[in-house]
């Protein structure tokens, strides 16, 4: 189904946090700024920085608690509230305390009356999850940064080093299959194996910064699930999305 407009005072509230209208790139600039600032020397300059990251945080409180005074979709508001807890992100670590206004609004809000699959890709693929599982620094082992003249300019940051497990053991335990869904660790490992790749680079201004990046990617082959996969690049972590959207366990879990 179609998530329906904000009625206009709901929507005239929403407006008044202005600092919710920007998009992916100008919430990675503001938290840049905030720790750029933080680092000074000077006492001023730290008071500000704290401020406008209290500001952010206050004002995405106040959109949640508007929307759950004054929408008259109720419905759509408890939806939200369960999907975001189901696909929880922490604001607490690093970045993604800039990152959970756009990650509700881009990846929650529009398909809590939609189909499963779209919401699973649209977080998986929000830098607020990439950070927070730290998929977005997990590389085939072996990587080996591109030099600085050679590396695309939207391209992460070189520092990764190595497979991380973490999304993809929250993938399958906490969002789709469930802890008794018929996996093993090794599942887990191929899993994040075909993941490799999915990230963002922190520097980026544009709206959405979701990056595949294909020299990060494991182009090995792997076994999940009782399935042989060969190398396909991303399209290997979307098909993955696919099997466990439609697996039974999942349904019986969610």
């Known amino acids: 189904g179609t998530v329906p407009p904000a009625p206009m005072h709901l929507q005239d ?16 600039a503001l938290e840049r700024e905030v720790r ?12 500000e920085a704290r401020q406008k990251a209290q500001e952010a945080t206050v004002a995405m409180a106040e959109a949640r608690l508007m929307r759950a005074l004054y929408s008259p979709a109720q419905l759509q508001e408890v939806l939200a509230d369960f999907w975001f807890n189901h696909f929880n992100v922490f604001s ?3 970045l ?5 206004e756009s990650y509700e609004r881009e990846a929650i809000r529009p398909h809590v009356l939609g189909r499963f699959r779209d919401m699973l890709g649209a977080t998986a693929r929000h830098p607020a999850m990439l950070f927070y599982l730290d998929n ?12 600085r003249g050679r590396k695309p300019a939207d ?23 469930g802890v008794d869904g018929g ?28 990056r595949f990046q294909d ?40």
């Open 96 to 100: 993604t305390r800039m990152l959970v």
């Open 13 to 28: 509230l929403m407006q008044s946090l202005t600092s919710l209208s920007r998009h992916q790139g100008e919430w990675l």
């Open 136 to 147: 977005w620094m997990s590389v085939a082992n072996g990587y080996e940064p591109a030099r």
């Open 36 to 47: 750029q600032a933080s680092q000074k020397e000077d006492e001023d300059s730290k008071k």
């Open 92 to 94: 607490g670590k690093g």
């Open 215 to 254: 020299d990060r990617h494991d182009h090995g082959r792997k076994l999940w699930l009782g399935h042989e996969v060969h190398d396909r690049g991303q399209a290997e972590g979307e098909w993955a999305l696919d099997v466990l959207a439609r697996h039974p366990s999942t349904a019986r879990f969610i």
């Open 155 to 177: 391209a992460a940051p070189g520092k990764a080093n190595g497979l991380n497990e973490n999304y993809a053991r929250e993938l399958m335990e906490l969002h789709t299959l």
């Open 183 to 210: 996996y093993t660790q090794q599942d887990v490992t191929e899993l994040a194996r075909m993941l490799t790749g999915w990230t963002f680079n922190p520097r980026d201004t544009s709206a959405q910064v979701y």
